[in-house]
């Protein structure tokens, strides 16, 4: 939290045109409270507790806690530090703190305060997460301590989201900490087979092929259903180790297994029947649509970029909830293969596209860099938009 937090609750209040008062009755924060925050007695407050005056005040629960003071006019990026992801690593290895007990965090709150963050997880908001994350991981830590099981599960979700999240922005070792506290925490081998999709993905990012195979293998064992009786939640998380599985494998070489692994995640995507997200969770969505990504995936890493195009047009992906975990990971391949085609202007339209969905996710896609490195290369000049592509992309020029 920041110390301007007061001046941002007072500026926004102001705005919206209520007393102290009002806004506590709305919030259901204390009136104190919310005067010593904006007098400056106190410097910050639980995030659960700035979260419920951001719903109040109908803003962003981050434009609340960091950022620009209200009315100051300051940009909102002067203050970035030059590691967004340092108070988020700290958190992760830091001590449980003590909670004040007028204000201590509930279970209830903090899922209520996971639920609405979720968003910008599954939307790559990068800046946002890099906000609150490391209040809601002490928080999650006090939680996990005082709140018995559920409070454990409530730590579980938030190291699983905050795991894929820092894989998914290279922060590696800070990954691998997130993914063993809540394999630690999980309490069913379905909560433990969601964290170690996750963890196989951070080991095929690192290269580590041979490791990545073997733990999806045995965990997709591990969780194997009987396909007639199997739920939703039995099959995404079966089908996900398969793909995982299948993943790694034919990066190793290994294309028997590869088209195997494969082949029996497809058997659970038919059994799901349509693309669908158990339990409403981005991470666990999987179907036939998930299926057909990762095929195509296969196929440009075994070096068919014509196959990469003759799949991609049959993928229906307008039918998903378009995250960069499929989509726009999916768009990368289908640029990459145009590049091979030597079809660099039909590349640099699915990069401008990608770029246009996910513009926090682009700048951590070594991918994307190497694809656009080799469009520069065969270009003598390169026009206005691509010198913004290339600045976006982080390709040095």
Not at 26 to 35: F, Q
Not at 39 to 63: F, K
Not at 175 to 200: F, I, K, M, P
Not at 243 to 254: F, I, M, P
Request: proline share 5%; aromatic share 4%; net charge positive.
């Amino acid at each position: 939290m920041s110390a301007d937090m007061g001046k941002r609750l007072q500026g926004v209040r102001k705005r919206r045109g209520l007393t102290q008062r009002e806004l506590a009755t709305l919030s259901g924060v204390s009136v104190s409270l919310i005067r010593k925050l904006e007098q400056g007695e106190r410097a910050d407050t639980r995030l659960e507790t700035a979260r419920r005056l951001a719903v109040a005040l109908r803003v962003p629960t981050s434009s609340l806690v960091r950022g620009p003071a209200a009315g100051t006019g300051e940009d909102a990026e002067s203050d970035r530090d030059d590691d967004q992801w340092a108070p988020v690593r700290e958190a992760l290895v830091g001590p449980v703190g003590s909670a004040d007990m007028s204000e201590a965090p509930t279970v209830a709150g903090m899922q209520d305060l996971i639920d609405a963050a979720v968003p910008l997880f599954s939307g790559d908001r990068f800046r946002e997460l890099s906000l609150i994350l490391p209040a809601m991981i002490r928080d999650a830590d006090l939680i996990a301590e005082t709140g018995g099981p559920a409070g454990r599960d409530v730590r579980v979700r938030l190291m699983q989201l905050t795991g894929w999240l820092l894989t998914q922005t290279r922060q590696f070792e800070a990954a691998g900490t997130a993914l063993d506290r809540s394999l630690e925490d999980a309490s069913d081998r379905l909560q433990g087979a969601a964290t170690v999709n996750t963890r196989c993905w951070l080991l095929l990012r690192q290269g580590r092929l041979g490791e990545a195979r073997e733990l999806a293998v045995r965990w997709a064992d591990e969780v194997e259903p009987r396909i007639s009786r199997a739920t939703p939640g039995e099959l995404s998380a079966w089908g996900w180790l398969l793909l995982r599985a299948s993943a790694a494998a034919v990066r190793d070489n290994r294309p028997g297994e590869a088209d195997d692994t494969l082949r029996y995640a497809n058997a659970a995507a038919v059994a799901m029947g349509r693309e669908f997200a158990p339990g409403d969770d981005f991470l666990k969505a999987f179907g036939p649509i998930t299926v057909a990504l990762k095929r195509a995936e296969n196929a440009m890493v075994v070096d068919r970029p014509d196959l990469v195009l003759k799949l991609s047009v049959r993928i229906p992906t307008s039918g998903m909830r378009a995250t960069s975990n499929n989509r726009n990971r999916h768009l990368l391949d289908v640029a990459e293969a145009h590049t091979r085609a030597r079809d660099y202007a039909k590349a640099v339209d699915v990069l401008q596209e990608i770029r246009a969905s996910a513009p926090e996710w682009l700048p951590n896609q070594r991918y994307a860099r190497d694809i656009f490195g080799r469009i520069i290369a065969r270009r003598r000049t390169l026009t206005p938009d691509m010198r913004s592509l290339a600045d976006a992309i982080g390709v040095p020029m």
